[in-house]
């Protein structure tokens, strides 16, 4: 599913459900979910597993991934990525850091956001407006959530290239939803990519089979532009580790 939303120099891999027994931690990640309950030790395990298969994929060795104080992955020198999961779904995507600036990927349960406030908390006015027209076009997608989702990839993609925290309201999304597509406007001075500052991001998003997912990816290419963009081929927990 999630190759379906990713340009061709980005590897994908992906499970839907956890391999039955205890957990088996990779080397080098046994110290990260010390606390853990066993469910969330076995989720962890299958989403590193994932992101193990894609550098495979990639050519790239496949090592140990711990993640920041701010619990994103950490990727080998080189690599961009990211890895999502909810439940039912796991998976993660890396690139070449010599295509690919930056990347974003999220999963979530394909449901309505809980109305008490987290819509309000992840939207503006006019994204609430647009939300209704969206519902008019196709009543069979849960908007709030696709755009909850979208920010999600949005912040992971900006994240590395900033170092910093990009609040919900700080970006404004707009879905295309004939092609599948999204855009997020800055609503804040974006990060300089390769000498071209970036004013927002463009991605893509599924829904299949109870699930929607999203993807962003800020591409390197030669010349003198640089854009967002993906190819054809209630608290958030930002690192989704």
């Known amino acids: 599913m999630l190759e379906e939303l990713l340009p061709r120099p980005v590897a994908t891999a992906e499970a839907f459900g956890d391999p039955a027994g205890p957990p088996v ?32 994929r990639l050519g790239a060795p496949r090592v140990a991934i711990p993640h920041d104080a701010a619990r994103a992955p950490v ?6 990525g990211g890895i999502t999961h909810c ?8 690139a070449r850091a010599t295509d690919v600036a930056a990347l974003g990927v999220d999963a979530e349960p394909h449901q309505a956001l809980d109305r008490t406030g ?42 590395p290239l900033t170092g910093r925290w990009l609040d919900f309201l700080e970006a404004r999304v707009a879905f295309q939803p004939r092609t599948e ?28 089979d109870g ?15 640089r854009r967002a963009d993906n190819g ?4 958030r927990s930002k690192g989704n580790p």
């Open 25 to 56: 931690p990779f080397p080098g990640e046994e110290h990260l979910l010390p606390h853990a309950v066993p469910a969330r030790r076995r989720e962890f395990a299958t989403a590193r597993a994932c992101a193990r298969r894609a550098l495979g």
């Open 75 to 80: 990727w080998p020198a080189g690599i961009v």
């Open 87 to 94: 439940a039912g779904y796991r998976a993660a995507a890396v």
């Open 118 to 159: 987290v819509l309000h908390m992840v939207t503006d006015a006019a994204e609430r407006a647009h939300l209704a027209e969206l519902a008019a076009l196709r009543p069979d997608v849960h908007w709030d959530r696709a755009l909850f989702s979208a920010k999600e990839s949005v912040y992971k993609a900006w994240s």
């Open 181 to 208: 597509t999204f855009t997020a406007r800055l609503l804040v001075d974006g990060p300089l990519v390769d000498g071209v500052r970036l004013g927002g991001f463009e991605g893509r998003f599924l829904v299949r």
């Open 211 to 225: 699930l929607l997912l999203t993807a962003t990816t800020v591409h390197r290419s030669p010349g003198a532009g």
């Open 232 to 235: 054809p081929d209630p608290a």
